[in-house]
């Protein structure tokens, strides 16, 4: 099983609707949760991050954190055709052991 | 502009042969991880460093050797590149334990 696991898509919304993007980890001990943009040939790029059960919302972003369940999530409001790209989930370790340890992405599609 | 700064941008080397891949950053961040990203395979953790003058393996780190002097500086170095080795390899940096990691822009390797 893999540390962190995401449904490769790719994921189509048509614009303005609701993206939800899912990602479920391995390792109960985890404590930092980050969802990542990459677009096509370039390098991620921070989106959120999350620390506690809940959600978290920035813009049209919210993330959302259910540590029991060892589940994360991230929904883009209103998405937009900038918002196509591929989304990486990363999960982070406890301690002096920092490991950042990503997904596989999802990759979201919306359309006109 | 502060960050994170890769060398080469892309490289073509013939098998067998060593090349060091540069990573530097100026953010005086404590971690450092050198990643490659392969289609399908998401981005995978090659070695990282929490803090100067120590390293450890990721999930993928046969073939691959890197160090730490100080605190700016992360090279990776294939001793006896192969095929295998054509990726993107991408270097980041954390600032701490539970922190959100920044991406340098990237290094396309093509070993032939």
């Known amino acids: 099983q893999k540390e962190v696991e995401q449904n490769s898509g790719p994921l189509s919304v048509p614009e303005g609707a609701i993206a939800s993007l899912n990602c479920t980890y391995s390792?109960?001990?985890?404590?930092?949760f980050f969802w990542y943009r990459q677009y096509s040939g370039k390098s991620p790029e921070l989106i959120m991050s999350i620390y506690s059960n809940g959600d978290k919302e920035d813009g049209r972003f919210t993330a959302q954190l259910n540590k029991a369940s060892q589940y994360v999530s991230l929904l883009i409001r209103d998405s937009q055709p900038s918002d196509s790209a591929t989304y990486l989930c990363?999960?982070?370790?406890?301690?002096?052991?920092?490991?950042?340890?990503f997904g596989t992405g999802t990759r979201l599609q919306v359309t006109l | 502009i502060a960050g994170i700064t890769q060398a080469p941008t892309s490289q073509i080397l013939a098998a067998g042969r060593r090349m060091t891949l540069r990573c530097t950053q100026d953010?005086?961040?404590?971690?450092m991880y050198w990643y490659r990203q392969d289609l399908g395979l998401g981005l995978r953790l090659i070695h990282y460093s929490n803090t100067a003058g120590t390293t450890g393996k990721g999930e993928v780190p046969d073939g691959y050797s890197v160090s730490r002097a100080n605190t700016d500086d992360f090279p990776l170095t294939l001793a006896s590149a192969v095929p295998s080795q054509t990726s993107v390899y991408f270097c980041a940096s954390s600032a701490g334990a539970r922190t959100e990691a920044f991406f340098g822009q990237g290094t396309r390797l093509t070993v032939v």
């Open positions: 990363a999960v982070k370790g406890t301690g002096t052991a920092s490991k950042l340890t």
């Open positions: 953010m005086r961040h404590n971690a």
């Open positions: 390792d109960r001990v985890s404590q930092s």
